[in-house]
């Protein structure tokens, strides 16, 4: 089946605390993608990669990083979580970063820092 | 830079209703435009999609259409039903790598 997983799914964590939330998809896609969606502002795109070791910034980059070593896998690396990276958080994929594709998009994962 | 304006929600309808979501959109360049929905408790999944002015999008009795000339990609179906109640977020697409979305209007539909 063709999909994009994401885990955990639910995380509590604490801050200053590194975590990592991994992403990998099973459609040989080439173009991968982070969002944050928090109550009133939507979708907002923190980073996003076009191919293996081909990452560049999004709307929200900061505090977050990520690497893109194999096509299938696409991690966000939060170094030093704080409050304001409370969210929710979906991981994408699409063919080509052409613009004609479709998103799929994870579950998920909701993120809590304390 | 790029943004995508929905029609603000919520928005609560009678099963059988019409709905119309407004989205209207700047972009530079000939992006393309979406429609995606998103269920309680689960990510977001493709509705429809245009890519090119006059171009309509339709899928599971919704439609929309690509229209340049007001940048705009109003999102409609003649005949709600309760299990439309959902997340609708529009959203346009560049071939420089980078989505747009705007903010999401919730639909709920009652019976």
């Known amino acids: 089946e063709a999909q994009v997983t994401q885990n955990p799914r639910y995380l509590i964590t604490v801050t200053g605390k590194k975590l990592t939330v991994t992403c990998s998809q099973n459609?040989?896609?080439?173009?991968m993608s982070w969002y944050r969606q928090d109550p009133g502002l939507g979708l907002r795109q923190i980073y996003y990669?076009?191919?293996?070791?081909?990452?560049d910034k999004g709307d929200v980059p900061e505090g977050y990083k990520v690497s893109r070593k194999e096509k299938r896998n696409f991690p966000l690396i939060l170094e030093s979580p704080s409050p304001n990276q409370t969210s929710l958080y979906f991981c994408?994929?699409?063919?080509?970063?052409?613009?004609?594709?479709?998103?799929?998009f994870g579950e998920g994962s909701r993120l809590t820092v304390l | 830079g790029d943004s995508v304006t929905q029609m603000e929600g919520p928005v609560t309808l009678s099963e059988e209703a019409f709905l119309t979501i407004n989205c209207t959109y700047t972009?530079?360049?000939?992006?393309?435009l979406f429609w995606y929905v998103q269920y309680p408790g689960e990510g977001l999944q493709l509705l429809l999609k245009?890519?090119?002015?006059?171009d309509k999008g339709s899928n599971k009795g919704f439609e929309a259409t690509y229209r340049k000339e007001t940048t705009s990609f109003h999102l409609e179906k003649g005949s709600v039903q309760v299990s439309d109640s959902a997340v609708y977020f529009c959203?346009?697409?560049?071939?420089?790598?980078?989505?747009?979305f705007g903010d999401g209007t919730t639909l709920t539909v009652k019976p």
């Open positions: 994408a994929s699409t063919l080509t970063s052409g613009s004609g594709g479709e998103l799929f």
């Open positions: 459609m040989n896609h080439e173009y």
């Open positions: 990669s076009m191919n293996v070791e081909v990452t």
């Open positions: 972009a530079t360049g000939y992006p393309s």
């Open positions: 245009a890519t090119k002015a006059d």
């Open positions: 959203a346009l697409g560049t071939n420089a790598g980078k989505s747009t």
